[in-house]
């Protein structure tokens, strides 16, 4: 079996893997990597909150007893050969699972050259550095830098964007009360969005906490504003024209090239239709897992590219393949995969956060202790828990990982 990204969906399929794939030779796992980001976190590592060694873990420390690591991009399937094409040769497989997740959606031609995009924890790093740079300069002495120098336009209101805008606007306010300079301007958030209410896939109670909380942190909301327009000084959201130094991408995301380019029935993001086992229906000896594959649970739709999605489907694979290599093709022996719906948790900033758990609807500091109760359950290695847990709990003492106030520390 090969077993292509070392994600969500694959790590915790590698973790279940059946007696009969941990024989050495069974299972080969690749992955373009050498280490694997937790990037639900990395809005806080784009703030100082968490370092980044936090949430970097290496890849092959979970095939040791279960599978053999080759780090290598696959660029493409031969699905009716069985053949992986890499730099490396071909890789011929009997079952293949494909869980190469997702990219970032481009903001189009026009638009590209001007925005960075928030999706990696390279991304977070970068972010990072643009606004320890500018609110250095905009509490250094001499000429005040051009105005917009403290302006963050963040374009897109999904959860990743509403995440990173809370926790820009608290490092701005956090910064404020640590520094000894005024800034030359006052630091502004401005969360643009293009349809009427943010993170329009879940539950309008998550719309309503998240507008409240930012703007108790002061962002700056703007809802039915598609961006079309931006240069290196700002960007036009509706009819307005905002000067904004860093402006940051966070709309959309689109299936992995490698799953775009399969033969068979794809939605509008690229991602490929998959049937009750997870598999491709003309294929199934082919699973895709997490991101990359869409599955419609018959009790609640098409599932959403999350990663509690991905971390049920990973096991499930798992099982299935036990249930197959035992001889059980027949539908009694072989139990579609159901999806268990947990409910979904969103952070607000530091201290508040919004939550729809298992029928149980929260929000302020008690949905940010389940918020980080949840991101440290999902975390692959007991390490990884403890220096994130640390990294929260020194914040309180210490002060933040990554910026300490007119100076940024590193270590
Ligand atoms: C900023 C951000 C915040 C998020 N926050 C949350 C959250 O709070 N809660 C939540 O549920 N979800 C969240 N998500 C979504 C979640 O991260 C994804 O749903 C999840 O990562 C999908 O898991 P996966 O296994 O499908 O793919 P991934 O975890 O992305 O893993 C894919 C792996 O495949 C490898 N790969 C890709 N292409 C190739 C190739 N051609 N060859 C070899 N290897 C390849 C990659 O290197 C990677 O290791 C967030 C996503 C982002 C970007």
Known sequence: MVVVGAGFAGASLIRHLPPLLRKPGETLLIDRRQEYAFVPLIHEVAVGRVHPESVRSPI??????????????????DLD?????????????E???????????EPGPKLHDYFQHFWSLGDALRLRSALSAAWQRATSPGPPPPPGALTVAIVGGGATGVELAAEVAALFDYLG???HRRPSEEPRVVLIEATHR???????YFDDAARRALSDLGVEVRLNSPVGQASAEGVRAGEEWLKAATRVWTAGVEASPLVRELPGVHDAGGRSYVDQYLTLPEYPEVYVLGDAGLYTDPRIGPLPPTASVAVQQGPWAARDLRRRLRGAESKRGRPPFRFFDRGYVVSLGPESAVADAVGLRVRGAAAQALYRSVLLYYMKSRRDRILTGADWAMERTLGRVGFGGDQQKEG
Do not use: H
């Open 60 to 77: 092959a420390s979970l095939c040791p007893g279960a599978c053999e690591f080759l780090q290598t991009e696959v660029s493409g399937i």
């Open 81 to 93: 050969e069985r053949v992986l094409e890499t730099p490396e040769g071909p890789v011929g497989y």
């Open 95 to 105: 079952y293949l699972v494909l869980n190469p997740g997702s990219v970032a959606a």
């Open 177 to 179: 009360k640590r520094s």
């Open 198 to 204: 943010l993170m329009e896939w879940l539950d309008p």
